[in-house]
């Protein structure tokens, strides 16, 4: 377990683990959560599982703007 910068503890998989997650997530799943990953600026990703199997994944992701004092500058 490794103490990210938020301040959060996040496990780190090993290399073994991520084999046996390839293996066990249709290759559309994984791709999809990889393409969501490196899409989401801010924002979480959800995923869905029914009976062991992904079902769904949901993206929510937020929209910053700048400070009203800083847009009246522009």
Not at 21 to 26: D, F, T
Not at 41 to 67: L, N, P, Y
Request: charged share 30%; net charge positive.
């Amino acid at each position: 377990m490794v103490r990210a910068a938020t301040g959060h503890n996040v496990d780190i998989a090993t290399a073994e683990e991520l084999a046996d997650a390839r293996r066990a997530l249709p290759d559309e799943v994984l791709g999809t959560l990889v393409r969501l990953i490196r899409e989401v600026r801010f924002g979480s990703i959800e995923i869905v599982v029914h009976e062991g199997r992904v079902t769904q994944i949901e993206r929510r992701e937020k929209v910053r703007f700048a400070s009203s004092a800083a847009a009246r500058k522009v």
